[in-house]
């Protein structure tokens, strides 16, 4: 401990009055040798920084909810994890537990944790923190478990002797809790297939993360570009945990529909970059328009030949019906000339049959019925 700064409130006050009267006594000196200007800028450069310090140093030690006196240590830790909230005490005089009083508070006052001279003190600890915190006498720190959001912020160790006279401030230590929490990587989802003008819609999202992401985006992977597509993002913040789900929807276009392509999804925190898996989309070869010649050359032949063959077939079936048909038409006609002749001779003969019948009835009669003899 700084043996400059044990003091009181109004010594103080009197080593900071008395250091700042020599202050404007010198710069008086050196506003008169030099230009008001640069006078001012002398006096600030090297008389008032270099003390900035030291003051602040002294405030702090006579002050018991001094915050800004000194630049906080950085801590970050996971959500649902353990922080380590350090006090970094030397303890250069190997004062024992017994004699020291230790306790940890947040920015808003509220106690951590105390151990009073040895012993834990659970009377003004803070209900949130009960049973969430444990002190290494070794290390001097104190590890806050099952962190949540809320838990982030400013905390302060602080470690006072215990005398005769009273308590005395001996230690201050400042910390700074930041609570992160992973996002889960990006996932696509594509919520319509390819359409006729080469695009997909998709949606890419990702849950349960802390802080605030900066971008969301989508990238397209083609076998000669990457193209970026930017959304807006979509943000959600649960009441109770205080995580984040975001998301984005995005309708993509194709540039090149002649290859294979990849998408990807980005999340970008302040600190880390996450890729989704690859989301790969395969494209069929554009089919030509279909040509009907082909089709016609390997068709025609084959409906020529068999318009051959069958006029060949019918061909060969009438060649085999025509030789039966004419013999019987001739036939026929045989019959009914030999039927006409027949009849004819029927005609003819049974008159002359029965002339002959009279001629012999008569040749009994007379010698005269031969037409012969009455020739001669």
Not at 208 to 213: F, I, L
Not at 253 to 277: A, G
Not at 292 to 308: E, F, G, K, R, S
Not at 344 to 351: A, G, M, Y
């Amino acid at each position: 401990m700084d043996p400059q700064c044990t003091m009181g409130l109004s010594n103080t006050l009197f080593v900071m009055a008395f250091l700042l009267s020599e202050v404007l006594l010198t710069c008086m000196e050196a506003k008169n040798s030099v230009t008001p200007a640069r006078g001012v800028q002398w006096c600030h450069q090297s008389l008032l920084q270099p003390l900035i310090p030291r003051l602040k140093r002294c405030f702090c030690l006579s002050h018991w909810n001094s915050w800004d006196c000194a630049a906080p240590l950085k801590i970050q830790a996971y959500f649902n994890e353990t922080a380590d909230l350090p006090c970094q005490f030397a303890n250069s005089q190997n004062r024992s537990l017994s004699e020291l009083v230790v306790f940890w508070q947040n920015q808003e006052n509220l106690v951590l944790n105390e151990v009073y001279l040895g012993k834990e003190k659970f009377d003004s600890v803070h209900s949130k923190y009960m049973g969430r915190t444990s002190f290494d006498p070794e290390s001097w720190t104190l590890r806050l478990h099952n962190l949540q959001i809320k838990d982030k912020g400013l905390y302060q160790c602080i470690i006072h002797h215990k005398r005769p006279t009273g308590m005395i401030r001996i230690h201050q230590m400042n910390s700074e809790l930041s609570v992160l929490a992973n996002f889960s990587q990006p996932e696509i989802v594509p919520i319509s297939n390819i359409t006729e003008n080469m695009y997909i819609n998709l949606t890419c999202s990702s849950i349960h993360g802390y802080p605030e992401p900066e971008k969301m985006s989508v990238l397209l992977r083609t076998k000669n570009s990457t193209i970026e597509y930017d959304g807006v993002m979509q943000k959600s913040q649960d009441n109770v945990t205080e995580l984040y789900d975001v998301s984005i929807s995005l309708s993509v276009s194709f540039p090149d529909v002649t290859s294979n392509m990849t998408i990807f999804c980005v999340l970008e925190t302040d600190k880390t970059q996450l890729l989704s898996s690859p989301f790969s989309i395969e494209l069929e070869d554009p089919q030509p328009p279909p040509d009907h010649i082909p089709w016609i050359t390997a068709v025609l032949p084959t409906v020529i030949i068999c318009v051959m063959a069958f006029c060949l077939i019918l061909w060969k079936w009438k060649k085999k019906k025509q030789p039966r048909n004419s013999y019987k038409c001739g036939t026929n006609t045989m019959e009914r000339e030999e039927s006409e002749q027949t009849k004819k001779r029927e005609k003819i003969n049974v008159p002359e049959r029965s002339d002959e019948a009279q001629c012999v009835f008569k040749s009994l009669k007379t010698p005269s019925c031969d037409k012969s003899d009455t020739r001669f």
